[in-house]
Structure formats: C-alpha cells, structure tokens
C-alpha cells in the first residue's frame, strides 16, 4: 500500500514467451492522462523476502504459481502519479508460470484492491521502440 513521503519497496517479475512478448500490467495516471505498463509483481510485506512477496503476488492478482525465479537487478523509481510523488526500490526478477494457460491468454482482467486492472502480453520489440511507456525508466534494458 502507497504512503506519502515513505518508500515503498516492491518485487516485480519479467515472463517472457517464445513469440518475444513479455506479461505486462496496463495502468492509467488520470492527472497525467498517461497509459503506462508494468510488470506484474507488488510489494514486499515486512518479514517476507521480495522472491516470496512475487510469489504472494502472481497468486493473488491472477491465480498464478511462478518458477525458475532468477533475480535480474535492483532498480530505483522516482516518479509521480495522480499528481502525488512517489519513491520505489524495486527487486527485478525473471521467472516463467508453471501452468501453460497462462502463455494461451492474450489477456487477464484481475483486481489489485478496489480497482479493475488488465495483464496482457506485449511485444518487446514495440516495447523497445518507445511507442508506449514502460515503467519504471531503464526497465526496458532488462528485456533481452
């Protein structure tokens, strides 16, 4: 959960599939009216290591067990959204899901607290060309 003038610390994981397109989470600035997307992931909850709090999270937003976690990188964000600052550590892994459905969908609806939120593949290469916005900054180098 987001609190003003703390920084939160949150695990977040790249899935890649064999058409070169990576699992991303689409969200929306309304102050901004700026689309942006994310991979999938959350926070760290205190006592939790990030590997278990990315675990925690692919199952509860989509019902999804992950593996072969390979950690990639820590990355900072500083940013703002709906006009508010805010301050991100993030824990980059690399995982893949163990059930082969997930790969199948193009698109998953699931909610994260009170809002509706979309996972949709996205191809790396429209990614890369910077025709949409992928947060946080740099984390487009980690795609391969």
Not at 88 to 110: A, H, N, S
Not at 127 to 133: A, E, F, I, N, Q
Request: glycine fraction near 10%; include cysteine.
């Amino acid at each position: 959960m987001y609190k003003e003038g703390k920084i939160r610390v949150l695990a977040l994981g790249i899935i890649r599939d064999r058409n070169n397109r990576t699992f991303l989470s689409e969200g929306y600035d309304p102050v901004k009216k700026d689309k942006f997307y994310r991979a999938l992931g959350g926070g760290v909850e205190f006592g939790e290591t990030s590997k278990e709090a990315l675990q925690r999270e692919f199952q509860e937003e989509i019902q999804a067990e992950i593996t072969n976690i390979r950690y990639l990188a820590c990355l900072e964000n500083i940013f703002t959204f709906q006009g508010k600052p805010g301050h991100e550590i993030i824990q980059l892994y690399e995982c893949d899901f163990v059930e082969p459905k997930f790969y199948q969908q193009e698109k998953i609806t699931f909610n994260e607290g009170e809002r509706e939120k979309t996972a949709l593949w996205m191809d790396i290469k429209t990614l890369k060309s910077g025709s949409v916005r992928l947060v946080p900054e740099g984390f487009v180098e980690y795609l391969g």
